[in-house]
């Protein structure tokens, strides 16, 4: 006998609506977790009470897809989502159903996406109730569609991507006939909106077995619809001497194997690094792909805005992608402009990223090792130093005001990062030595 136990919250949603004569059980991914030995994140209910029968039985509800029928209910400070047994009529869009009709607990499970996902439990008997073989295909290790996979991918065409993500996520593989409706409808995917491709593909980078699933896209041919110019790093020749793992494409997917934790903002960093190599590919002395870091900058914040990336993110990731090839010349640089790149917001990632990028290619962790070392031996207030003047100093000395009196305070800071000065007398005399005040000043 199977023994499920969701929180004490979600059973007490359950028991009220039983005594209320209906029909309620646990459903989807929480049953799927909690058979794999999971801890579910999240643990919904399907009923055959109708929403307003949920909201006369409970204090704390909100309609939060009331044509779907599904409510989410509070109970104590957790939060569950409770759905009406349904079936759904036609999807005109590619992405929700034209009109949805109540239903029985059988129906649901075979209107669902997988049949993984489509299994419900019932608390009170203790009984997995599998209409759709989940049970099977979970100890197989079988991400199949339910029914006939070409008309769930048409009905939602980002189903296919959730294949890829599930199939990646468990280590399961696809079945056969759901692999082929994907690859004969990845074409579709272009219908979806941006928004939805990109929250998918964000989940997938930031989930173990990254590399698998993005593998997985483009094998299926989904991957040159939704990022064609991550789909063109394929087969771009490295030279083997700094990349002896091979082309770019190889590259990639070996940092995502290597990173399994990344933030959001990494993990497209890794993806997008060396999204200019294909576009300044040569071979001159060797290959070379001189400026790619530029090219593949602008590459990214053109994928982020078709994507709509939130700015801040955009905005990190094409930081990441701008200077992730600074590294090269670390060693060599005058202390300032060192000090100033170790204390640049997004340095800690881009260091990251820079001790991935070598392991998944040469190897030689010798500048990020001297990155870190640096970072552990200088003070905040050696990073940042408190400012010795500021516009209105430099303007009592006599400087007239102007964008002149920036170039005199970042000259300034660069002898306190350098170690040179450290008081206010000697940046006045810094100042008036090598930028003498105008006569007419």
Request: aromatic share 6%; charged share 30%.
């Amino acid at each position: 006998m199977l023994n499920i136990k969701p929180p004490d919250a979600a059973i007490r949603i359950i028991q009220t609506l039983e005594a209320s004569g209906h029909r309620a059980l646990l459903a989807g991914g929480c049953v799927r977790d909690a058979l794999l030995g999971v801890q579910p994140k999240d643990w919904d209910i399907a009923t055959d009470a109708a929403p307003e029968a949920v909201q006369g039985r409970f204090e704390k509800t909100v309609a939060v897809g009331a044509q779907f029928g599904v409510v989410r209910v509070r109970v104590g400070d957790q939060e569950f989502e409770v759905a009406q047994f349904r079936e759904d009529g036609p999807y005109s869009d590619g992405r929700h159903p034209d009109a949805v009709r109540s239903s029985d607990e059988k129906g649901d499970a075979n209107r669902r996406d997988f049949t993984i996902n489509g299994m419900f439990y019932d608390v009170s008997n203790h009984e997995l109730l599998d209409y759709v073989g989940g049970r099977r295909d979970l100890d197989a290790g079988v991400i199949r569609a339910i029914g006939e996979p070409g008309l769930r991918f048409g009905e939602d065409h980002l189903r296919m991507m959730r294949a890829v993500r599930f199939s990646a996520r468990f280590g399961f593989s696809l079945d056969p006939a759901t692999a082929a409706a994907i690859e004969a409808n990845a074409g579709r995917i272009g219908k979806i909106s941006p928004e939805r491709i990109r929250d998918e593909l964000t989940t997938i980078l930031t989930r173990e077995n990254a590399d698998a699933a993005f593998a997985m896209l483009d094998s299926s041919g989904l991957l040159e619809h939704v990022l064609p110019e991550v789909a063109a790093m394929r087969g771009v020749a490295q030279p083997p001497e700094f990349h002896p793992e091979g082309d770019v494409w190889t590259h990639v997917l070996a940092m995502l194997r290597i990173e399994r934790s990344a933030s959001p903002t990494l993990a497209w960093g890794i993806l997008l690094h060396d999204a200019g190599k294909p576009a300044t590919y040569a071979v001159t002395d060797r290959i070379r792909f001189n400026g790619h870091d530029k090219v593949g900058a602008q590459m990214s914040a053109d994928i982020c805005e078709r994507l709509r990336m939130p700015r801040a993110q955009a905005s990190r990731i094409h930081e990441l992608v701008a200077n992730h090839m600074r590294f090269m010349h670390v060693e060599k640089m005058r202390e300032a402009r060192l000090k100033r790149f170790l204390r640049e917001p997004y340095f800690e990632e881009l260091l990251e990223l820079h001790r991935i990028d070598c392991l998944a290619s040469h190897g030689n962790l010798r500048t990020h090792e001297f990155c870190a070392r640096k970072l552990g031996e200088l003070h905040e207030e050696a990073l940042r130093p408190l400012r010795l003047l500021d516009g209105h100093g430099l303007m009592a000395m006599g400087y007239p005001p102007g964008p002149g009196l920036g170039e005199i305070l970042a000259a300034i800071e660069d002898e306190q990062l350098e170690g040179r000065i450290s008081t206010r007398e000697e940046a006045r005399e810094f100042a008036r030595r090598n930028f003498p005040v105008p006569e007419n000043g």
